[in-house]
């Protein structure tokens, strides 16, 4: 019979017997102080409570669910109890068919969240089935925070601990929420470090510690046993992401795990994402966030951290809300000397210059914070971005070094520009280095004028769209921070020194012969070769001085809108009624070049011999600023470039010629200027001419040498005419360019001789005579008005001095009806003189040094119905004079206007 029922009546009566004075003896301890009371109470405010000490002591009254089928006897249950608090669970021992189970068992259930709920229920026990519910009860271990021992008895209530119309019982618990050393996770020693005492400066390390995470959701489905999930988690802050290392199918994961970032912004926020890792590609399990700002006390922050669901993008329904569990992180934002950049000795060093303008803008490139993404993984989420910063301003660029794959980039450089202008803006643009061409990530500008106070400027920098793209949607995404330290200050290295030229002394006792010029640089130049594949654009820009018929050009700068040239050149000049023009052009190589702006200066202003350096606007054909230039200018006098007179000039007559009457002109030829050109290059343009004088008066003549390719030559010749009937004769002088076949006429011109006054006292006169064209007579200085006269177009005189029929125009097919001739006052100088014959010198002083005569005078021009020209060219002119003013004859058809485009058709020059 024992065999088939395994065990025989016999020893069942007598484990029954043992188990009976057990619970008798149970019952008799029950009433008895527990354990966890017998504790003495010891809080620790600065360690939370870790672990509930739960003592599960008795029940009285259970529910009979276990019924007799066959037999007799009342119906009984086989009570055991059954307890879980965050993600943790234990179980109790059975008692056989008892409905007042006495257990006085005691479990530890690790915890540390306030707002979990601890679960206990009581549970029949079934050999062949699954237990039955007999009842439960919920504590929140809020009502537990003074880890005190609590003792009561409990009401057992349905499956959720709610009190219904069924009467469960009760059981009677001891429950402690204590801190537990030996299961504490406590933080490094290096997370605890205190900062140095006194520590005002901003934090600028963000350190986390990830400690543990519970009752995570179950990603991956078991086909044999419990689903579970192998976790890892992503914490980031502005861009910089690290990654903890995974746990193979963990719910209640364990990591230990320290990060640190350097970061300052304190509108930073700490991501944190949980994932479950597959090599397919990780599934969402929960995320969270913490606010810097929530860290700017610099204290320890460790708590239990819930899990939310993903970020909803827009127009995406939110998702029912569902648990997924809790993640324990300590965060602290601290102060660490080592992250500081200090600033370089370039910005350390302080302002010596506060008297001066500033001219230079120094720049710090420190670091970048939160920078988008721009080069996006192709098998997974994220990317990362190669930024590099340019700096622009007035011109200037400075562009940083790239650095590789990094969203929060710290560079540490140096860079300065030149900036002069106090309503210039500084443009600093990152961008994506790409070799196929950069990608625009973000900009911000800096007004020159907010630098005034020449301090150093150190902050961040919230980076921008392109005002041309600044959409809703691009304003809502955050393009990151930049920061800098910027300064304005000026720099003695910056400013452009002058030539040694104009730092020579000057004869100031001697009369001012020419003009020392330096073009030193230029801004804000107008584009005038417009991009075709951009907005923008640049210039080749040259510039040309132009005074008295002289000029000089300037290099060519290639693709600049802010050239810098320290380029010298000289001018003669000696009169302070001209004006220097400045033209400056934008070369073409196959075509003309195009005009970018004018500008000039009277040489009043430069009479005090002083070095006179401004910048001067430039205006465009249409009267609209073209940009600056600067330049620097000096009158001054040079001693090798006065032209000293012969001797026959400069000894004085004796006494015995001084007594005798006059009889012999001394005239000495000079030098010409500006000719006109009469050889033509076959191949390009300009030219040259071999000039050569002739003089007549009163039938005696006299022929100058040749001056070979000259279109300023000097002669230096003197010829000697007898002049026994006085003065009451005009010298002509013809100049001719020399040829073979036959020469060409250039110009001429007439001196009247009883004009010249200081000549009739036997005394040098040194005058410029301006050359006409043939047929027009010029006359002494004399009158005080300009002389103006008009007369038909075209018409022309014949030997015998008749006026023939007026030119047409066939090409026009009509006539030009009107022609202008002026003249402007100026001085007109020659080296004549007369003396007696037998002498064989000149009469009078020394000349050296000397001007025209005292006496106000002009040129007179008659005769001017004696010019003619061919059909079609509608300009001749004159140029006149020592002295740099351009007088002109202009000859224009009926009805024209004079324009822009108005040019002159020869320059006959002038002789001296």
């Not at 209640?252 to 970032?261: D, K, M, R």
Request: charged share 35%; with cysteine.
């Amino acid at each position: 019979m024992g065999w088939f029922s395994g065990q025989s009546k016999a020893a069942k009566e007598l484990e029954r017997k043992r188990q009976q004075e057990k619970d008798e003896e149970n019952a008799k301890r029950a009433d008895d102080v527990c354990e966890e009371q017998k504790t003495p109470y010891q809080k620790k405010v600065d360690k939370p409570p870790n672990v509930l000490r739960v003592t599960v002591i008795r029940a009285r009254d259970l529910p009979a669910v276990d019924k007799k089928l066959f037999g007799k006897g009342p119906a009984s249950a086989d009570p055991f109890p059954c307890m879980s608090v965050e993600g943790k669970s234990e179980k109790g021992s059975v008692k056989k068919k008892n409905l007042t189970p006495v257990w006085l068992e005691r479990f530890e259930l690790p915890c540390e969240d306030p707002d979990s709920v601890f679960s206990f229920e009581v549970m029949d026990h079934d050999n062949f089935g699954a237990a039955d519910f007999m009842g439960c009860v919920k504590v929140k271990l809020a009502t537990l925070k003074d880890e005190r021992a609590h003792r009561n008895w409990h009401k057992l209530g349905n499956t959720s601990g709610e009190q219904d119309e069924h009467e469960r019982g009760e059981v009677e618990l001891c429950l402690r929420w204590c801190h537990d050393k030996a299961r504490a996770y406590d933080l490094p020693k290096e997370f605890k470090t205190s900062e140095k005492a006194g520590t005002k400066a901003m934090p600028n390390e963000l350190h986390v510690y990830l400690v543990r995470a519970r009752d995570l959701e179950a990603m991956d489905s078991g086909l044999l046993g419990k689903a579970s999930s192998d976790p890892i988690v992503v914490l980031d802050v502005m861009g910089t992401s690290f990654k903890s290392t995974q746990k193979k199918k963990e719910l209640n994961p364990v990591w230990l795990e320290s990060f640190s970032w350097a970061v300052e912004d304190d509108e930073a926020i700490l991501e944190v994402v949980v994932e479950d890792y597959d090599l397919t590609g990780n599934d969402f399990m929960g995320r969270t966030s913490i606010p810097l700002k929530t860290l700017s006390d610099r204290k320890i922050h460790r708590q239990w951290h819930r899990l939310l669901g993903p970020k909803l993008k827009k127009g995406q329904k939110k998702q029912p809300v569902k648990k997924r569990g809790r993640i324990d992180l300590a965060a602290r934002w601290v102060h660490n000397p080592k992250l500081v950049v200090p600033l370089p000795p370039e910005l350390q060093a302080s302002e010596l210059h506060f008297d001066r303008p500033a001219n230079e803008v120094q720049i710090f490139l420190v670091r970048a914070a939160g920078l988008p993404v721009m080069d996006r993984h192709l098998m997974s989420k994220g990317g990362s971005s190669d930024p590099v910063v340019t700096f622009s301003c007035c011109g200037e660029k400075a562009t940083s070094s790239i650095k590789k794959k990094d969203l929060n980039p710290q560079w540490a450089e140096y860079h300065s520009l030149l900036v002069e202008e106090d309503d210039a803006e500084l443009l600093v643009v990152v961008e994506d280095y790409d070799l196929m061409g950069n990608d625009f990530m973000g900009q911000l500008t800096i007004d020159i004028k907010s630098l005034e106070d020449r301090r150093v400027d150190r902050r961040w920098h919230v980076l921008r769209p392109k005002p041309t793209l600044a959409k809703k949607k691009e304003e809502e995404k955050k393009l990151g921070k930049l920061e800098l330290a910027i300064r304005w200050k000026h720099n003695p290295e910056r400013v452009i020194q002058l030539p040694e030229a104009f730092h020579h002394d000057d004869l100031l006792d001697q009369p001012a012969n020419y003009l020392q010029i330096c073009l030193v640089r230029a801004r804000k130049l107008k584009i005038m070769d417009k991009s075709r594949l951009t907005s923008g654009g640049s210039s080749d820009p040259l510039v040309h001085f132009m005074i008295d018929g002289e000029s000089v050009t300037s290099t060519t700068k290639k693709k600049n809108l802010r050239p810098i040239w320290r380029e010298y050149f000289e001018l003669p000049i000696e009169d302070e009624q001209q004006t220097l023009h400045l033209k400056m052009e934008d070369y073409e190589a196959l075509s003309a070049n195009q005009v970018m702006g004018r500008c000039h200066v009277a040489m009043s202003h430069l009479k005090g011999r002083e070095t006179f350096r401004k910048w001067l606007e430039l205006v465009d054909e249409d009267k609209k600023d073209a940009g600056w230039v600067e330049i620097a200018l000096r009158w001054a006098h040079d001693p090798q470039r006065v032209l000293d007179l012969p001797e026959e000039f400069t000894e004085p007559e004796t006494e015995d010629c001084l007594s005798k009457e006059a009889n012999e002109l001394l005239v000495c030829l000079l030098r010409g200027k500006n000719l006109p050109v009469m050889d033509k290059n076959l191949i390009g343009g300009g030219g040259s001419s071999d000039p050569c004088a002739f003089l007549n008066l009163d039938g005696e003549k006299r022929k100058s040498r040749v001056v070979k390719k000259s279109i300023n030559p000097q002669w230096m010749q003197t010829f000697r005419f007898p002049c026994d009937d006085g003065l009451n004769v005009t010298l002509q002088v013809d100049v001719e360019d020399y040829d073979l076949k036959g020469n060409d006429f250039m110009g001429q011109c007439g001196v009247y001789l009883g004009d010249l006054h200081e000549v009739e006292e036997r005394r040098v006169e040194r005058v410029w005579y301006a050359l006409a064209p043939e047929g027009v007579k010029t006359e002494r200085y004399g009158k005080k008005e300009e002389t103006v006269k008009k007369q038909q177009r075209g018409s022309r005189r014949s030997k015998g001095g008749k006026k023939t029929a007026p030119i047409v125009d066939d090409r026009r097919g009509r006539s030009h009806s009107e022609e202008r001739t002026e003249f402007r006052k100026d001085r007109v100088r020659l080296a004549v003189g007369p003396q007696p014959r037998s002498c064989g010198h000149a009469a009078g002083p020394n000349f050296e040094g000397r001007g025209p005569s005292r006496r106000g005078s002009e040129l007179v021009v008659d005769n001017i119905g004696a010019v003619s020209e061919p059909a079609g060219h509608g300009y001749w002119s004159v140029w006149w004079v020592e002295r740099s003013v351009l007088c002109h004859t202009r000859r224009r058809r009926a009805g024209q206007k004079y324009g822009a485009k108005e040019g002159f058709k020869s320059r006959l020059g002038r002789v001296f």
